[in-house]
């Protein structure tokens, strides 16, 4: 391979390196900003919705209230922090002799 093919090469990939070179910078950063101004805005959205502006408007939150709103976090922040912890909390329930009958089984059988 000719010297100078070979220069004119590095030229060109360092030329373009120093096109992307603000990607790892400026690609989380950008991510971070548009995730938070999506998150805020779902959470003004919720507000509206559920019309509890207030700590002490939560006194009067009903159980259906509460339920779609954590439920609606659970789809949308968290998914599979919260499929973890119901997983490992039933894995617990299960796991309590007492309290295993009282828990149905889905289609599988009693490993005791």
Same mark, same amino acid.
């Given at each position: $391979?000719?010297? =100078? #093919?070979?220069? %004119? $090469? *590095?030229? @060109?990939? *360092?030329?373009?390196? /120093? @096109?992307?070179?603000? &990607? ?7 991510? !971070? !900003?548009?995730?938070?101004?999506? +998150?805020? +805005? @779902?959470?003004?959205? =919720? ?6 502006? =207030? +700590?002490?408007?939560?006194?009067? $939150? =009903?159980?259906?209230? %509460? ?13 599979? $922090?919260?499929?973890? %912890? #119901?997983?490992?909390?039933?894995? /617990? &329930? +299960? ?7 009282? *828990? ?9």
């Amino acid at each position: $391979m000719d010297s =100078t #093919l070979f220069l %004119a $090469m *590095v030229k @060109r990939l *360092v030329a373009s390196a /120093r @096109r992307w070179a603000p &990607v790892p910078v400026l690609g989380p950063a950008t991510y !971070l !900003l548009v995730s938070s101004l999506l +998150r805020y +805005r @779902r959470l003004k959205q =919720t507000r509206k919705e559920f019309k509890y502006p =207030t +700590r002490e408007s939560y006194a009067n $939150m =009903t159980d259906d209230d %509460a339920w779609k709103i954590q439920l609606k976090i659970a789809q949308l922040e968290f998914p599979f $922090m919260y499929l973890k %912890a #119901l997983q490992f909390a039933l894995f /617990r &329930v +299960r796991s309590w002799p007492t309290a295993s009958p009282k *828990v149905p089984f889905i289609g599988a059988e009693p490993v005791c």
